[in-house]
């Protein structure tokens, strides 16, 4: 039976549920529309949230990270148990040979002896987009308008600080809930040998599911997701000619499947972020012209979600693995940079 406005009275009553629900449990407390149900965005697909996380004082720049209010954060501290601790950021040295022609990590030592001290200071040139990193909402745009997240032109984003990471350092950092899917282990124990790390093999959502069930770990609204794919183990591992073949000469990685399904799935779930230690968390190059499901369009473009990329999950995935859980809390402190596109995490996982 339907109220005349769209929803019906059983939808109305699972609204009124999950509101009551999130308040006892401090998850987050937004009630999103059905996919199908949001407001239409003039020039964008179906499905953006673009002007959802306004308020009339302030138009949003940090899109799902809102739903990592106080009461989330406080609840995912109760995933601190044993006080254990893992960075997630890969060595800044990796990727050895970074694609798209983007510069190698440096380190120059600086000898302040000439001064007259016994000191030394060091100076590093890093591209943000060649390691372990956060993409901020002005990384990658929604490739046919050439609009990034809530409506912020390619042109203004040049000249801007709109968008930028900043937004995240000043509002505390990311602080929340982490969640891993093991997909590399569970896929070794259940079929043997994974496909290839720099291969464009697509992980289907209905894994990940696989995947979580197998754990035991149900995800959240406001969760941080990871997967664990096997890109930075097989660069660990390969020799500096297997790495160059297979990153600079050779721009193709394993990542979450890039299609209508994924994106649904990852919509339903409203993660504040996602992460993986792939090069693009999905897998590239993306179907930028076959249908329009590229994930980077998604959630950076139209819902304001932060994509982490080539962090090292392989400690973090013995310690879950050993614990028996893979929830944890989780911190991120990026570098505070006005109009930041890209930097490392500098994450901890905590439990």
Not at 104 to 109: D, L
Not at 138 to 145: I, N
Not at 241 to 265: F, M
Request: with cysteine; glycine share 10%; hydrophobic share 35%.
């Amino acid at each position: 039976m339907s109220d005349g406005k769209g929803r019906t009275v059983l939808q109305r009553a699972g609204d009124r549920l999950s509101s009551i629900t999130s308040t006892l449990t401090g998850t987050p407390t937004h009630q999103f529309p059905n996919f199908d149900q949001l407001p239409r965005v003039e020039g964008q697909p179906q499905g953006s949230l673009w002007g959802y996380f306004d308020t009339p004082s302030k138009h949003d720049e940090i899109g799902t990270l809102n739903l990592l209010t106080h009461d989330v954060v406080r609840r995912s501290s109760s995933e601190i148990r044993t006080g254990e601790h893992v960075q997630l950021d890969w060595c800044l040295e990796n990727v050895q040979f970074p694609g798209f022609n983007r510069k190698q990590f440096e380190q120059k030592i600086v000898d302040m002896a000439p001064l007259g001290f016994a000191s030394l200071d060091d100076e590093l040139h890093i591209n943000t987009q060649s390691g372990s990193q956060w993409d901020s909402l002005k990384h990658f745009a929604h490739q046919k308008s050439r609009m990034y997240y809530n409506g912020l032109s390619h042109e203004e984003a040049t000249k801007t600080v709109t968008n930028g990471i900043h937004n995240w350092c000043e509002r505390g950092g990311i602080v929340g809930r982490g969640v891993l899917v093991d997909w590399l282990s569970w896929y070794e124990k259940k079929h043997g040998d994974p496909p290839s790390a720099v291969s464009r093999h697509e992980i289907p959502v209905s894994e990940l599911d696989e995947v979580l069930k197998y754990q035991g770990t149900n995800p959240r609204p406001g969760d941080i997701l990871m997967v664990r794919s096997g890109y930075v183990r097989w660069h660990n591992f390969a020799s500096p000619e297997e790495r160059k073949k297979g990153t600079r000469d050779n721009s193709v990685a394993i990542g979450v499947a890039n299609n209508e399904t994924t994106v649904r799935w990852l919509y339903d779930h409203h993660f504040a972020a996602v992460a993986g230690d792939t090069v693009a968390f999905e897998a590239w190059p993306p179907p930028l012209h076959e249908g329009g499901w590229c994930l980077h369009e998604w959630l950076l473009t139209q819902w304001g979600t932060p994509i982490g990329e080539m962090w090292d999950l392989e400690s973090l995935s013995k310690v879950c693995e050993r614990e028996g859980r893979w929830s944890f809390f989780l911190t991120s402190a990026p570098l505070h940079v006005k109009g930041g596109i890209g930097s490392p995490p500098g994450a901890i996982a905590i439990f």
